[in-house]
C-alpha cells in the first residue's frame, strides 16, 4: 500500500512541477528557441507543451499503474463478507416487497 502512495505523491508532484518549469523556462529564455518567438507565440508554445506535458505524466502514471502484478492485492477477507451478506439482504428484502406488492393487488 505503501509503494502505491508513494507512486501517487511522486506523479502528482510532477503533474505540478513539469508544467511549471516548462513555463518558467520558456518565459525566461532558458530553453533554446525559446527567445526567437513573440510574446504570443511564446505564449501559446509553452502553455500547449505544459498542458502536453500533463498528459505525458498520467500517461506514465497510468503505465505504472497496469505494469503491477495483479495478484499482488487481495481483497480483504472481512470486507468481501459483509459486502456478499449485505448483497444477499437487499436482495431477499427486494423479493419481499415485490410479493408483498403482489398480495396488495
Known sequence: MAGVITKFFI??????IVPVAILYG????????SANLSPHSLTLVSGFIAVI??????GFYIYMAMK?????????????????ASVSQSTSQAEDSSISEKKKE
Open 26 to 33: 520558456f518565459n525566461h529564455n532558458l530553453l533554446p528557441g
Open 11 to 16: 506523479t502528482s508532484m510532477l503533474m505540478w
Open 53 to 58: 506535458s500533463v498528459n505525458v505524466v498520467i
Open 68 to 84: 503491477e502484478p495483479s495478484n499482488k492485492h487481495e481483497p480483504d477477507p472481512a470486507f468481501l463478507a459483509e459486502a456478499k
